[in-house]
């Protein structure tokens, strides 16, 4: 049987420098598929998503991506594990999730369409602005205060934090942070969307969802689909190391989350929500 899988593979290469070489190992980020599936209480049993990602908080991404898009929430949920149906090969056991609902499976045609998918770069097809109005309700303003400080020292903390790509450099890392910059809970994942779902799965099964008062870091670009996965979860703001997507601003604006792009050393982008930033 096929060892269960970790989040680092070792290899050998060889390696040049300048006009030499030389031959030794070195750690890749591991990258398999997680085939996500939904049995109801009436035992229908129906297969949601297919993603590539890197093995580890399996679980956590099950629930983190059905909270996401709206398929299940952590009521929903009554059990979560690794597969042993008989249709499935022994290799595959680590590599298929099952998620036991309450309640049957949603009876929804973008089932089929949408994420049944290479997900490592996102939910593709996923409805727009308008849809998201059907489920998603508008964050309020709250009593959440970002200082300039406390934006300038999320990345660093962040980094610090993320012991895979330290060994790799090949991960992305999602983080949720406190209003004082606290670091409260970090994923990886070679998926950016990936690493914010097993994060939102995190706090659905500590029942800590919504996540209000809450920032939420990602180490690459701020897309909508992070975005969406965002709002979803209740965070109220979004930052970034790179750019937004055009999309994500606008979803930013009209939902009224926080977005911030370009946060490196002591400058950074305000796209959005800017009241919730404090400046002297």
Same mark, same amino acid.
């Given at each position: 049987?096929?060892?269960?899988?970790?989040?680092?593979?070792?290899?050998?290469?060889?390696?040049?420098?300048?006009?030499?070489?030389?031959?030794? %190992?070195?750690?890749?980020?591991?990258?398999?598929?997680?085939?996500?599936?939904?049995?109801?209480?009436?035992?229908?049993?129906?297969?949601?998503?297919?993603?590539?990602?890197?093995?580890? /908080?399996?679980?956590?991404?099950?629930?983190?991506?059905?909270?996401?898009?709206?398929?299940?929430?952590?009521?929903?949920?009554?059990?979560?594990?690794?597969?042993?149906?008989?249709?499935?090969?022994?290799?595959?056991?680590?590599?298929?999730?099952?998620?036991?609902? /309450?309640?049957?499976?949603?009876?929804?045609?973008?089932?089929?369409?949408?994420?049944?998918?290479?997900?490592?770069?996102?939910?593709?097809?996923?409805?727009?602005?308008?849809?998201?109005?059907?489920?998603?309700?508008?964050?309020?303003?709250? &009593?959440?205060?970002?200082?300039?400080?406390?934006?300038?020292?999320?990345?660093?903390?962040? %980094? #610090?934090?993320?012991?895979?790509?330290?060994?790799?450099?090949?991960?992305?890392?999602?983080?949720?942070?406190?209003?004082?910059?606290?670091?409260?809970?970090?994923?990886?994942? $070679?998926? %950016?969307?990936?690493?914010?779902?097993?994060?939102?799965?995190? #706090?659905?099964?500590?029942?800590?969802?919504?996540?209000?008062?809450?920032?939420?870091?990602? &180490?690459?670009?701020?897309?909508?689909?992070?975005?969406?996965?965002?709002?979803? #979860?209740?965070?109220?703001? $979004?930052?970034?190391? &790179?750019?937004?997507?055009?999309?994500?601003?606008?979803?930013?604006?009209?939902?009224?989350?926080?977005?911030?792009?370009?946060?490196?050393?002591?400058?950074?982008?305000?796209?959005?929500?800017?009241?919730?930033?404090?400046? &002297?």
């Amino acid at each position: 049987m096929k060892a269960r899988p970790g989040p680092t593979t070792r290899v050998r290469i060889r390696e040049l420098a300048g006009s030499g070489s030389r031959d030794r %190992r070195d750690d890749l980020a591991t990258e398999e598929p997680l085939e996500i599936r939904l049995t109801g209480g009436d035992g229908t049993r129906k297969t949601v998503a297919i993603t590539m990602r890197t093995p580890g /908080h399996d679980f956590e991404l099950a629930a983190g991506f059905l909270s996401g898009e709206g398929l299940a929430g952590p009521d929903d949920i009554a059990a979560i594990a690794y597969c042993t149906d008989d249709d499935l090969p022994p290799e595959a056991r680590y590599n298929t999730v099952t998620v036991r609902l /309450h309640g049957p499976v949603p009876d929804l045609p973008a089932l089929d369409r949408h994420f049944l998918t290479s997900s490592a770069c996102g939910v593709c097809g996923s409805a727009g602005l308008d849809a998201l109005h059907g489920r998603c309700k508008p964050i309020p303003r709250g &009593s959440l205060e970002l200082t300039p400080e406390v934006l300038y020292g999320l990345p660093g903390a962040l %980094r #610090a934090a993320q012991g895979v790509f330290g060994k790799t450099g090949g991960l992305h890392a999602a983080g949720l942070f406190s209003a004082t910059g606290t670091l409260l809970a970090l994923r990886e994942d $070679v998926g %950016r969307h990936n690493a914010v779902d097993k994060l939102v799965g995190w #706090a659905a099964l500590a029942d800590r969802l919504p996540l209000a008062e809450h920032v939420l870091m990602v &180490s690459g670009r701020a897309s909508y689909e992070i975005m969406q996965k965002a709002l979803a #979860a209740g965070v109220p703001a $979004v930052c970034a190391v &790179s750019a937004p997507s055009s999309l994500a601003v606008d979803l930013a604006r009209e939902f009224g989350l926080t977005l911030v792009g370009f946060l490196r050393g002591e400058r950074c982008n305000v796209y959005a929500g800017q009241e919730r930033v404090v400046t &002297s």
